[in-house]
């Protein structure tokens, strides 16, 4: 019913930036919120930051607070998380996750994203 598409992730250094993006199709008008998820190697898998349909309701895990930025266009159907001051241990694979109300609540998960940050 609904389908997510990441693409942003790479290599990038110590200090530098990228912006995920997270494009949506299908039931579009079912999603009430999206979040991204992050799962670094060993570890759990970890909320980062979420943002509900109308885009001014904003959440962020402490670690990434002041650096990254989750942002929606509607129109376009697309999630973004602009990350900004990037460190190693902010190395993950990077998922978009959204939550769809209908008759009954869905979530969808999209295939990730490998972000890679060398010091």
């Known amino acids: 019913q609904v389908q997510l598409v990441e693409s942003g992730g790479g290599l990038v250094q110590s200090g530098g930036s990228l912006r995920l993006s997270c494009a949506a199709s299908g039931f579009i008008s079912g999603i009430s919120a999206t979040n991204w998820y992050r799962q670094a190697p060993g570890k759990e898998r970890e909320l980062v930051a979420t943002?509900?349909?109308?885009?001014?309701?904003?959440i962020y895990v402490d670690s990434v607070k002041d650096r990254f930025t989750i942002s929606r266009d509607n129109v376009k159907n697309t999630v973004y998380l602009q990350m900004n001051s990037l460190k190693p241990e902010d190395t993950a694979v990077y998922y978009c996750?959204?939550?769809?109300?209908?008759?009954?609540?869905?979530?969808?998960w999209g295939q990730g994203t490998q972000v890679t940050v060398s010091s």
């Open positions: 996750h959204a939550i769809v109300t209908t008759v009954i609540t869905s979530n969808y």
């Open positions: 943002v509900t349909r109308a885009g001014l309701s904003t």
